[in-house]
């Protein structure tokens, strides 16, 4: 592997930090270089909140470069649009469907835009796109919260996965209070199938 | 990372993914650093919240000073006892601190000093994008520059041990992307902090009157000789690649460094890379060697010219033909904002006049019709912030023409539609002296919005002035119990310490009174009639006012409920809603959405603060107010 990226992109509160840190970790238990790069303080609040993690030997700089991601993981639809300059276009774009509006669209009295329009959008960029239904999964797993997770397992359960499945694992014994790992864990799977067993929504 | 205990472990060789402030921790671990004192600040909080959460561990004292001035008064005074010490803050925490420090590099200090600065390119959490490099140069202070969490942990250290050499406070400085990035630090072993100091009185060297200033600031200039030749021999400067390119030769530092490696490799261009980490004093022999070595030069760094100007002077004396490429003259690279790859990229290749391999130009263009018509998603005030209330109630009191004179919290973004309650932000506490100024000269009613946190900091000295010079204004003190936009720190209201131990509150209506304000309320901002009637009666005074709003901040308050295990019983809108908007118009929460026309409450953000069945004309909003 000469160099692997990912973007993570989404509002502030979706746990993008938590996942990005999962991904980091997994790939240092593996022995790999790897940088990951966070935003804090008033860029987060309830703002757009975009993480990179980057993966490889000679990786130094903390951020992507434009048309260099080879995952896109979009916790939120609008946010995955707002994050696409970075994809390749080769880049596997894995999206929530899980709108978040913002605050102006409801000011203004503006729609959000279909999720027909939203995917037309990202063609421009990669025809690779997998629609993860990650808020209903993750209810499932037992917590709301633990979208970001179904997202690194439906990641998992693709070919562009940097990092094994066992250090996922570990990575989230390490990162996870005690109480919360077993809702993690099966959101993770619940990710994970969802994409290997085609239930994903395109 | 959730457990922060594993920076702890005394594992040499342990391999682990920190945040460059993280690292820092760490390295004051390792130091043996025995005072860790701070003022939260983004990008640099992590490092104080890292050692508050294992202070009493380690063996260290730790804490968050009342601001910035103060927490380095600490660590100095400490370090003058032969104790290492540390301070962090924020880049523009370091003009509160400049006083004491332009000084204190007179007297000198016994044990190591190390002073933190986090720069913030591009503004991410800042009012401004100042480069505090050229704090080294004003103070005459040794500065070192880490590009990565290892070097931010191993610069630590060696900040400690230059500190001591030369009897000098030293500048730790990095930016945003080595403050909030992750990277592999390998673990070296801890050192166990050392408490215990002894003062030895010494007026000649502690005592600035100008008799045994003057000749202090000589001594100042004789150990920056001596930093210079620490500097020329520093593992930190180093030629880190050497090319087969010799038309070029490229100097970098900090994060633009990481851009300059990865951008020359996607260009192909395989110049001599000459990486400064220490930063000031440059190393000057080794700089003019390497300008003799090449035609041209490439300077890459990160805000001001800091390196070029100063590596022109040097050329002056070394290679006077030389070619120098930077941001001065030859504008290859910006100025404003933080760099990127793309960015340095740009610039090397105009320089060296190669083909960029990517065409940014396509992205943009291609990306440009996506970006279109996407709705912007700035920083909000969270659904159940109290500040929102406190807003709403000062707008709908003193109204559009009253001027809103806020300060640095979470509180400044209520200048956004739709409170639009703030008018003039400037810097820490200076809402309340700008406001005074203000309701001088205009006819309109003036007030200073400010938070607790920043009432303590640097809120007092401007309120005792309105007390004693009588200016009308009110100040607002949003007292959501915490310094929220940071983190959640403790401050002097909280009755916590960084040392997680209990200490007795100061409040802030009975320092308003000690101060001699007359009219001074505490109202709870939810409770919007009562606050009405405050405001009214505030404003039909002639002197100052203080009003202090006071409810925990929302995510405390969520935080706590899920601790508790109880569920939040979201607001439920009824059928006697008629859609008029005037909640979602007034109040601007995220958890109010609008589908098909129609208000709708999102569940997942929702928590039940009551605000928009408050505001509702038709009682059309129920809530099960929780407390």
Redesign the interface.
């Known amino acids: 592997m000469k160099e692997f990226n990912v973007v993570l992109a989404g509002?502030?509160g979706q746990g993008i930090l938590l996942a990005a840190?999962v991904l980091?970790?997994a790939?240092?238990k593996e022995?790999l270089?790897?940088?990951?790069?966070?935003?804090?303080?008033?860029?987060?609040?309830?703002?757009?909140v975009v993480s990179n993690v980057r993966i490889g030997e000679?990786v130094?700089?903390?951020?992507v470069?434009?048309?260099h991601a080879d995952v896109l993981l979009g916790f939120e639809p609008?946010?995955t649009?707002?994050s696409?300059?970075f994809a390749s276009e080769k880049a596997l774009v894995i999206m929530s469907d899980e709108k978040?509006?913002?605050?102006?669209?409801?000011?203004?009295?503006?729609k959000y835009?279909s999720m027909e329009e939203i995917v037309e959008?990202i063609h421009?960029?990669t025809k690779n796109v997998i629609i993860v239904e990650a808020a209903k999964l993750a209810k499932k797993a037992g917590n709301?919260l633990t979208q970001n997770i179904v997202l690194i397992g439906a990641l998992a359960a693709t070919e562009k996965m940097p990092v094994k499945t066992e250090s996922v694992m570990e990575a989230l014994r390490?990162?996870?209070?005690p109480k919360h790992l077993d809702i993690n864990v099966k959101a993770f799977k619940l990710g994970y199938e969802c994409v290997k067993k085609g239930k994903t929504k395109l | 990372?959730?457990?922060l205990h594993v920076l702890l472990q005394d594992k040499p060789g342990k391999?682990?993914?920190l945040?460059g402030n993280e690292a820092i921790a760490r390295g004051i671990l390792e130091a043996g650093i025995g005072i860790v004192t701070t003022y939260p600040g983004?990008?640099a909080?992590?490092i104080g919240d890292s050692i508050s959460e294992i202070a009493k561990d380690a063996g260290i004292y730790m804490e968050y000073s009342t601001n910035e001035i103060v927490a380095t008064e600490v660590a100095g005074g400490a370090a003058n006892c032969g104790v290492r010490a540390l301070t962090a803050m924020k880049h523009v925490g370091l003009n509160v601190a400049s006083d004491f420090v332009m000084t204190l590099a007179y007297a000198g200090v016994r044990g190591g000093l190390v002073i933190v600065t986090a720069d913030d390119p591009e503004c991410?959490?800042s009012q401004n994008e100042q480069d505090n490099r050229f704090y080294a140069l004003l103070s005459n202070l040794p500065c070192l520059e880490p590009?990565?969490s290892q070097e931010a942990k191993d610069m630590t250290i060696s900040a400690i041990e230059i500190s001591e050499k030369l009897e000098l406070p030293v500048l730790l400085r990095t930016t945003?992307?080595v403050s909030?990035?992750?990277?592999?630090v390998v673990y070296s072993r801890v050192t166990k902090p050392n408490l215990k100091g002894e003062f030895i009185k010494d007026v000649k060297r502690l005592v600035m009157v100008p008799a045994n200033s003057r000749p202090k600031h000589g001594v100042l200039l004789r150990k920056m000789e001596k930093a210079k030749e620490i500097s020329e021999t520093s593992p930190y400067n180093i030629v880190v690649h050497e090319g087969k390119n010799k038309e070029f030769g490229v100097i970098s530092s900090s994060?633009a460094?990481?851009?300059t490696?990865?951008a020359a490799?996607?260009l192909g261009l395989d110049a001599d890379i000459l990486k400064l980490g220490m930063t000031h004093p440059l190393p000057e022999k080794m700089i003019g060697e390497f300008l003799k070595k090449h035609e041209k030069i490439i300077i890459v760094e990160e805000l001001e010219p800091y390196l070029e100007m100063q590596i022109k002077a040097v050329a002056k004396d070394y290679a006077p033909n030389v070619e120098i490429n930077g941001k001065m003259s030859k504008q290859y690279f910006p100025r404003e904002g933080e760099l990127?790859?793309?960015a340095v990229?740009m610039g090397l290749a105009k320089i060296t006049s190669r083909k960029l391999p990517?065409d940014?130009g396509k992205?943009?263009e291609?990306?440009a019709?996506?970006?279109r018509?996407?709705?912007?998603?700035?920083?909000?005030?969270?659904a159940g912030c109290p500040h929102r209330a406190s807003l709403y109630v000062m707008k709908k009191v003193a109204g559009e023409n009253a001027v809103y004179s806020t300060d640095i919290g979470?509180y400044a973004?209520g200048c956004a539609?739709?409170l639009r309650a703030g008018d003039i932000m400037t810097c820490m506490g200076a809402s309340i002296g700008t406001a005074e100024g203000i309701s001088k000269v205009i006819s309109q009613n003036t007030l200073a919005i400010i938070g607790d946190s920043t009432f303590f900091h640097a809120g007092i000295p401007g309120l005792i002035n309105a007390v004693y010079n009588n200016h009308k204004v009110i100040v607002a003190v949003l007292d959501n119990l915490t310094t929220a936009?940071?983190?959640h720190q403790p401050h002097p209201g909280t009755g916590m310490t960084g040392m997680h131990t209990p200490s007795e509150r100061i409040l802030i209506e009975k320092v308003a009174e000690g101060c001699g304000v007359k009219y001074v309320k505490v109202v709870d901002p939810f409770k919007i009639k009562e606050a009405e009637a405050v405001l009214k009666e505030a404003l039909a005074r002639t002197g100052p006012s203080v009003i202090v709003f006071r409810a925990p901040c929302a995510l405390m308050v969520v935080r706590e409920r899920r601790r508790k295990g109880a569920e939040i019983v979201v607001c439920k809108i009824t059928d006697k809603c008629t859609n008029c908007?005037a909640c979602?118009?007034l109040l601007?929460?995220?958890a109010?959405?609008?589908e098909d026309?129609k208000v709708e409450i999102?569940e997942?953000l929702c928590v039940a603060c009551g605000l928009c069945a408050s505001v509702c004309p038709y009682n059309a909003v129920e809530c099960a107010k929780m407390d």
């Open positions: 509002v502030g840190e980091g970790t790939a240092i022995g270089n790897v940088r990951v790069s966070e935003l804090h303080g008033m860029a987060q609040r309830g703002g757009a000679k130094l700089a903390a951020t470069l434009e048309g609008l946010e649009l707002r696409l300059k978040i509006p913002p605050t102006e669209l409801a000011a203004k009295m503006m835009p959008k421009r960029f709301i390490e990162l996870v209070p | 990372m959730p457990d391999h682990v993914l945040l983004t990008p909080s992590e991410y959490s590009s990565n945003t992307r909030h990035t992750r990277g592999p994060s460094y990481n851009y490696v990865e490799d996607l990127s790859t793309r990229a990517i940014f992205i943009d291609n990306f019709e996506v970006a018509d996407l709705p912007p998603r700035p920083p909000i005030l969270c979470c973004l539609p739709p936009m940071t983190g908007m979602v118009k601007g929460c995220p109010l959405i609008v026309g999102n997942a």
